[in-house]
Every structure is written in C-alpha cells, then in structure tokens.
C-alpha cells in the first residue's frame, strides 16, 4: 500500500523535491527556563556553519526541556512561492535534515498542496520519538508547511516551518513567547500551524463576506429608486455584478477548504487522547537529566504537564466550532448568490423598461412634429411641381396633364411596397408555423 514509509533518511528524489535559494531565515530556540526564546537571523553559509557547531552537541547530547524552531523565509517572488523553495543551499539543508530529524514524509505533504496533517510514531531517534506533519492549502495566498520531531526521552521539539512571511514568523514568536508549559508539549508546532491557518482562511472568508455584503447593498439600495441605476456612482459599482461569478466560484473554494481543516482538526483531537494514554509523553514525574546542580534544580521546577493536552484538546475544539460558524457565513453567501442574482436581474428589467419609456416619449415628441409638418410638407410638395397653370388662358386647363401621371406613379409605387411587406410577412409566418410543426407543438 501507498503509506508513508518509516524510512528516516532522505535520498536524492526527496531532495530534488525542494528548490533552494540562499537566504536570510531564522532559527528559534525556547527551553523551559529560558525567560524568552533566543533567536537567530541566518544571513549566510558561516552564520549557519558556526551556528551549527554551537548547539549540535545541546540537541544530540541532552538538553532542558524545549524546543529548537527553523522559520525557512518565502521566496521574494511571493506569487509563485510555495513552502518547496527554502532559503538554504542543497549541502546546508542536508545539514539540517539530519541535525532536526527531518523526515521525508514532509515531501509528501507539501506536494499534496492541500490542507495536510499527519502523525507517525518512530523508534529510530536516539528513543521513541513522533513525527508530524502539516501545511496550509496552496488555493490562497501565504501558505505554510511545517515538520515536527518530538523526541521522548529527551523532551525536545526540533521543528521547521516551510515558507514563513514576515507575519507569520513574528507570530510564531510570539506564540513561543507565550507557550508556557506547552513548550515542550509535542503539539506545540502543530497547534501554531493550526492557528496560523486559522487566521489566513477567516481573513479570507470575511474579505469575501465583505464584498458580498458591499455588492447586496449597493443592489438593495439601488432597486428602491429604479432612476438611480443611471447615475454615476451606480453606473461605477455596477461593474461588482461582473465580480459575482468569480465570489461564488471562491466562496465553494473557501467552503470546501474549512471543511478539509475541520476534518485535519478533528485528526488532532483524536491524537491527544493518544497522547494522553501513551506512556513517557506528557509524564506527570520528571527524571532529573545530568545537567549539573544548577540544572538539575531548575528540573524540579517543571510543573506537570499532565492538563496540557486538555487546553489543547479545547482550543482545538473551539477553533472546529468557529469554523462552523464560519462555514455557515460561506453558506448564506452561497444561497444569497440566487437573491443577488434576481436582483441583478430586475435592475437590467427596469434599466430596459426605462430606456424603452426613453424612446416611447422621444417617439411620440417625433409622431407630433410629423403631424404637424407632413401635412405641410404635402401640400408644398404638390403645389411645387408644377402642374398647376394658376394664370391660364381660354385655351389652358389649370391642371396639367402631368398631375394624372403622378398619381398613377405614386398609386403603383404604394401598393408595390405594400405588396412586398404583405408577401414578405406571409412567408415569415409560414415559415414559423412549419418550424413549430415539425417539433411537434402543434
């Protein structure tokens, strides 16, 4: 079967997977006692070489309990990056797989550009460790992947976040900042992944909510008054109507992708019962690590971690209920698509009616001035040809004999136009009459 395989190592196709451009990153490092984490700012090949002889030996040797964070910065081409293009040449990113425990199944997950979170429990890392996975849906913009080991024995979280903007590693900082106890939960990364997606895809859907509501008002509004439709401002925002197919086309999108997340959420959840029923993971005694006294010291002060996986468990379940609330916005935008739509519809009817009463007025402004003109222009055309003799003398007629000819022309021509629009018209009907028989509606 087509499972993720336990395999530690990667190989040459999982590295061609990635595209690499040196650039500037940062790498986090927040141990239980530190007051706040300690980051880095990775401009070059040295500053990751020495960085990396300092703290090899913490990380493989033992260290507090915590967690080291790598935030891979985006590409600067941000409308064609994806979490793939990471900020390090191809020998330093091997530096790192083997120094974090990178697994391969990270290839997998951001080649699948959908909202992804896996788990996998491994006896390969120096003990039992779990390794989890996760990234955003590619469909908008800033997504994120992340990879995660959590090392048993150990207590340590060595993670890495694919493809961070500048937000979003202030976030994860922050979040650091602010973990307390569950800095050396191994959830932590997963939960700072599901926050920040949380923000992206509600940032999304009230954008969308946003110019629904903005196009619906300005409809509503509009329809009261039919003569407004052909002002300016109106004229302006009813250029919207041609943003509807493209917002109900995003609000299915967005529709869809929460519906993904909660079902990955609820993935979580199940996990932290595991969590909670396997031994070693979130102990509720500590073995005090062989650190010196002044470590050892600081050892006793961990407080149990045993309440961790329930604050997380809730956090979890509030974000999968607000998704709901969410997914219902996305769907009364879905079924007011059919008012906005009948809407639309009965402006162009009354923008139709009105430009046909236009016409009617203009029409019936021009029927008067024929009326009052024809007769007139009649009149002066006759009395112009001349045909009439209006000084003749005893041998003269004072009409022409050339008046008859006139109106045996004009008698030909009217009843020859007549005859041809009577022809005409016939030959229409016919042919309509014929179409209708031979569907069959008669």
Same mark, same amino acid.
């Not at 955003?136 to 976040?161: D, E």
């Not at 979040?175 to 939960?185: F, N, Q, V």
């Not at 020859?416 to 005409?424: E, N």
């Given at each position: 079967?087509?499972?993720?395989?336990?395999?530690t190592?990667?190989?040459?196709?999982?590295?061609?997977?990635f595209?690499?451009?040196?650039?500037?990153?940062?790498?986090?490092?927040?141990l239980?006692?530190d007051?706040?984490?300690?980051?880095w700012?990775?401009?070059?090949?040295?500053?990751?070489?020495?960085?990396?002889?300092?703290?090899?030996?913490?990380?493989?040797?033992?260290?507090e309990?915590?967690?080291?964070?790598?935030? $891979? /910065? @985006?590409?600067?081409?941000?409308? !064609?990056?994806?979490? &793939?293009?990471l900020? #390090?040449? =191809?020998?330093?990113?091997?530096?790192?797989?083997?120094?974090?425990?990178?697994?391969?199944?990270?290839?997998?997950?951001?080649?699948?550009?959908?909202?992804? $979170? /896996? @788990?996998?429990?491994?006896?390969? !890392?120096e003990?039992? &460790?779990i390794?989890? #996975?996760? =990234?955003?849906?590619?469909?908008?913009?800033?997504?994120?992947?992340?990879?995660?080991?959590?090392?048993?024995?150990?207590?340590?979280?060595?993670?890495?976040?694919?493809?961070?903007?500048?937000?979003?590693?202030?976030?994860?900082?922050?979040?650091?900042?602010?973990?307390?106890?569950?800095?050396?939960?191994?959830?932590?990364a997963?939960?700072?992944?599901v926050e920040?997606d949380?923000?992206?895809?509600?940032?999304?859907?009230?954008?969308?909510?946003?110019n629904?509501?903005?196009?619906?008002q300005?409809?509503?509004?509009?329809?009261?008054?039919?003569?407004?439709?052909?002002?300016?401002?109106?004229?302006?925002?009813?250029?919207?109507v041609q943003?509807?197919?493209?917002?109900?086309?995003?609000?299915?999108?967005?529709?869809?992708?929460?519906?993904i997340?909660?079902h990955?959420?609820l993935?979580?959840?199940?996990?932290?019962?595991?969590?909670?029923r396997?031994?070693?993971?979130?102990?509720?005694?500590?073995?005090?690590?062989?650190f010196?006294?002044?470590i050892?010291?600081?050892?006793?002060?961990?407080?149990?971690?045993?309440?961790?996986g329930?604050?997380?468990?809730?956090?979890l379940?509030?974000?999968?209920?607000?998704?709901d609330?969410?997914?219902?916005?996305?769907h009364m935008?879905?079924?007011?698509?059919?008012?906005?739509?009948q809407?639309?519809?009965?402006?162009?009817?009354?923008?139709?009616?009105i430009?046909?009463?236009?016409?009617?007025?203009?029409?019936k402004?021009i029927?008067?001035?024929?009326?009052?003109?024809?007769?007139?222009?009649?009149?002066?055309?006759?009395?112009?040809?001349?045909?009439?003799?209006?000084?003749?003398?005893?041998?003269?007629?004072?009409?022409?004999?050339y008046?008859?000819?006139?109106?045996?022309?004009?008698?030909?021509?009217?009843l020859?136009?007549?005859?041809?629009?009577?022809?005409?018209t016939r030959?229409?009907?016919s042919?309509?009459r014929?179409?209708?028989?031979?569907?069959g509606?008669?």
């Open positions: 079967m087509d499972w993720p395989g336990a395999e190592g990667f190989n040459d196709n999982d590295f061609d997977n595209k690499y451009e040196p650039r500037q990153f940062k790498i986090i490092k927040k239980w006692t007051p706040k984490p300690k980051r700012n990775i401009k070059s090949q040295g500053d990751l070489g020495r960085w990396i002889s300092k703290h090899k030996s913490s990380i493989r040797g033992g260290c309990y915590g967690t080291y964070s790598i935030l $891979f /910065s @985006r590409d600067s081409n941000s409308d !064609y990056s994806t979490p &793939s293009y900020p #390090t040449s =191809r020998a330093e990113f091997s530096e790192l797989v083997d120094l974090f425990h990178i697994h391969p199944t990270i290839v997998r997950t951001i080649r699948r550009e959908t909202a992804q $979170f /896996s @788990r996998m429990h491994l006896h390969e !890392y003990g039992d &460790s390794v989890y #996975t996760g =990234r955003m849906c590619s469909t908008w913009p800033n997504g994120i992947a992340m990879s995660s080991v959590y090392l048993h024995q150990k207590r340590l979280n060595l993670s890495v976040f694919y493809g961070c903007n500048k937000d979003q590693m202030n976030s994860i900082y922050g979040r650091l900042c602010k973990a307390g106890t569950a800095i050396y939960h191994p959830m932590l997963s939960g700072i992944l920040l949380r923000k992206r895809l509600i940032d999304q859907i009230e954008s969308v909510t946003s629904f509501e903005e196009i619906i300005t409809f509503s509004s509009n329809s009261q008054v039919p003569e407004s439709i052909f002002t300016d401002n109106f004229i302006g925002q009813d250029r919207n943003q509807l197919p493209c917002l109900y086309i995003e609000n299915r999108l967005l529709a869809k992708g929460v519906r997340v909660k990955q959420i993935g979580m959840i199940q996990h932290t019962y595991e969590l909670e396997m031994p070693n993971v979130t102990p509720r005694s500590h073995k005090s690590l062989d010196g006294d002044s050892e010291a600081k050892q006793d002060l961990y407080p149990e971690q045993s309440n961790m329930l604050r997380i468990r809730e956090r379940i509030e974000i999968r209920i607000e998704y609330q969410k997914l219902d916005q996305c935008v879905l079924d007011g698509l059919g008012f906005t739509t809407l639309a519809s009965n402006l162009a009817n009354i923008r139709i009616a430009d046909a009463k236009r016409e009617n007025t203009q029409m402004s029927a008067l001035v024929t009326m009052v003109f024809l007769p007139l222009t009649t009149v002066a055309s006759v009395f112009s040809m001349g045909v009439f003799n209006w000084e003749p003398t005893a041998e003269q007629a004072v009409l022409s004999f008046f008859w000819v006139y109106i045996a022309v004009a008698a030909g021509l009217t020859l136009t007549i005859g041809t629009w009577w022809a005409f030959a229409r009907q042919d309509c014929s179409a209708i028989g031979a569907e509606w008669v």
